[in-house]
């Protein structure tokens, strides 16, 4: 079904900075075009380039003030009495996009490497091929094309059909950011946005819109895997449990309403490129335009794909730091009992 295109007023660009020195790519930024590529690798010896400025999208807001953070509490364990985890042992399904914006005036170089990266390493863990949608911004079929349109459209044709134990992948890479929350759901007062190819025609994509596309229509004990290498994606799925790389579960970002309004029993991971209120970089590996974000999560299981949830957030944390400052995110459907394995692809590691 067609999609009407709202008005969309032209996004501005904010800065939240640490200075002007250095120049780097972020994900929602304006691209300060570098006079050298950068190696990002797992050992990170020698000299590391000081941090950069830090420039983000935010939506427009019909008011100036900023939304009055509510009071966070620690999510309740009572609704949730069994643990929904997926065997991984039925159908995989997979959607991978890759965003650079080209020819806008915020472009980004290392979206589309990612999301074709991406595909060739789900391809190689077993997704079959005819399986794994790739939609990026250098797609000459127009289908293919990471259109608002397109992305609602096939995050549809992402779940359709889902059953118990079926493993789904979501993979972003692009402009993320942040748009004041209209329905109350969010302590921060903010929801998390992605930004589609033409969202200057049609809009971004909320948080609330991925829940409702991706999550709210899982079966029990399916899995969905989303991974988003964008700014301000911490929370971008609204899932109820956020852990630290020590296992410790933190504090809700959502009200007591929102979390059993979003429950869900399928068994749902997300993994972000850094905190909501955090930039997420756009960088090199191996003279190659990459995020950084992405190019840590494949690194990590390539080096050890036999890994708890935490132990796996670990790893990518220690692949960005400390050259980056932003803080990957681990968030879920279900409390994480360790020492539960990752999953991604063996259904003997569940």
């Known amino acids: ?76 364990h009572a609704h949730q009495p069994y643990i929904h985890y997926s065997k991984c042992t039925g159908r995989r399904k997979a959607l991978c996009i890759g965003i650079n914006y ?69 993979h972003y890479s692009g402009h993320g950011g942040q748009t004041p929350d209209l329905d109350g759901d969010e302590l921060d007062g903010y929801d998390e946005v992605i930004f589609p190819l033409d969202f200057r025609k049609s809009g971004h994509i909320t948080d609330d819109v991925s829940i409702a596309r991706k999550v709210r229509p899982l079966p029990d004990d399916c899995r969905l895997t989303a991974l988003f290498d964008a700014c301000h994606s911490g929370t971008v799925l609204d899932l109820p449990y956020i852990y630290s790389s020590h296992g410790r579960l933190k504090g809700s970002h959502i009200t007591d309403r929102a979390r059993k309004s979003k429950s869900t029993k399928a068994d749902v991971i997300s993994w972000s490129g850094c905190k909501d209120g955090q930039t997420s970089a756009d960088t090199f590996a191996g003279g190659v335009a990459v995020g950084a974000m992405s190019h840590a999560f494949t690194t990590a299981l390539t080096s050890n794909p036999n890994q708890t949830y935490q132990e796996l957030l670990r790893s990518i944390r220690l692949i960005l730091h400390p050259r980056y400052s932003q803080k990957p995110q681990l968030g879920s459907s279900h409390h994480i009992v360790s020492p539960i394995k990752s999953c991604l692809f063996h259904s003997d590691l569940c």
């Open 1 to 76: 079904m067609p999609i009407a295109a709202p008005s969309v007023p032209q996004v501005p660009i904010y800065s939240s900075g640490h200075g002007s020195g250095s120049k780097t790519h972020l994900k929602p930024a304006l691209v300060h075009h570098s006079t050298s590529s950068h190696n990002l690798n797992s050992s990170y010896h020698g000299h590391h380039p000081s941090p950069s400025p830090h420039v983000a999208f935010q939506v427009p807001s019909s008011s100036s003030s900023k939304p009055k953070p509510r009071p966070s509490k620690s999510p309740s």
């Open 102 to 170: 080209t020819g806008q005036r915020n472009e980004l170089r290392g979206c589309v490497n990612d999301a074709k990266r991406m595909r060739k390493f789900l391809i190689s863990h077993g997704y079959p091929a005819e399986d794994v949608v790739l939609l990026t911004d250098d797609a000459k079929d127009p289908r293919a094309l990471p259109t608002k349109k397109n992305i609602i459209g096939y995050m549809k044709w992402l779940i359709k059909g889902a059953q118990p134990n079926d493993a789904l992948f979501f």
